[in-house]
């Protein structure tokens, strides 16, 4: 089964737009090879973007818009929202190439979507219809919900994405993916670590937020990026990481949180929001939030 074939036909309007972006995903595999170079210039997070960013972002940002499908989006590659002039059923949230500080040494990077209804991408996670990432490592994959299952795809010879993983479910595995330097650890983030160390959690870091998620969706455990000494809010972005894959893990039966709360629950203070990020199986998140709370 093909992803047109698997993607509902209840709203015919976000499958194609889940199609377009799939499509987009495409595009971008197949540029890699030929956009390898450094933008040399900064995103709104004094982050230094590479050739692919820009154009990643350029790409979809023009699909959308001509799409007739997308009122407004908003990337992480820019600092405001973007109305479309054809206008269109949804908004969309995007970072369009997670991890791409990795692309020059050929480890796996993604595409992050968030998708909502109405022209207003800013609202809390929760109100999503769907999300989605495509992956870029030794596959190319498409992961998606409607908020009907978590599905995964992989792009075949035909240029067709093939269901893979049906109905996937959060692992098991005692897996952790800890961001930030463990000296600027927090104390009630130090305990937490501590306590899934002694419980025997194995640490898996690629600094590739998508595709640590991607491994812990698939295996279990705990991504996180947390708030540390001298940037207590984190480093990670609310609207375009942490909702998008909170939102999917949380559909595949695991949840999200920035410590104190779900994250799927705030209202983002603006574009550039960002937060410390728990996601993974629902015990390790509950006792990310146990620690965090200072129970
Ligand atoms: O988008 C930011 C990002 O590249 C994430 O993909 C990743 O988890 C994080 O930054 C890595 O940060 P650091 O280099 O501090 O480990
Ligand atoms: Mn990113």
Redesign the pocket.
Known sequence: MNLRQHIPDDDPELKELILLIAEGGKKIQSSFIKKQGVAGTQNIYD?EQVEMDVWADQVLGEDFCNSGLVAAFAS?ERPEVINCEKGGKFSVVM?PL?????MGINLS?GTIIGIYAGDNPLLPGREMVAAMYVLYGPLTTVTYTVKKGVHEFALDAEGEFVLQHEDMKIGSSKIYAP??LRKDWLPGHKKLIEDLEGQGYKLR????????VHQILHKGGM?T?PGFIGREQG???LVF?LNPMGFIVTQAGGSCSVGTQNNLDLTPEKIDHRVPVYVGGRTEIELAEKYMKGD
């Open positions: 982050e992480e970072d997670d991890g791409s500080s990795l990077v961001g930030a870091f690629s600094g590739s937020f998508v595709a640590d991504f990026y480093k990670l972005r990481e």
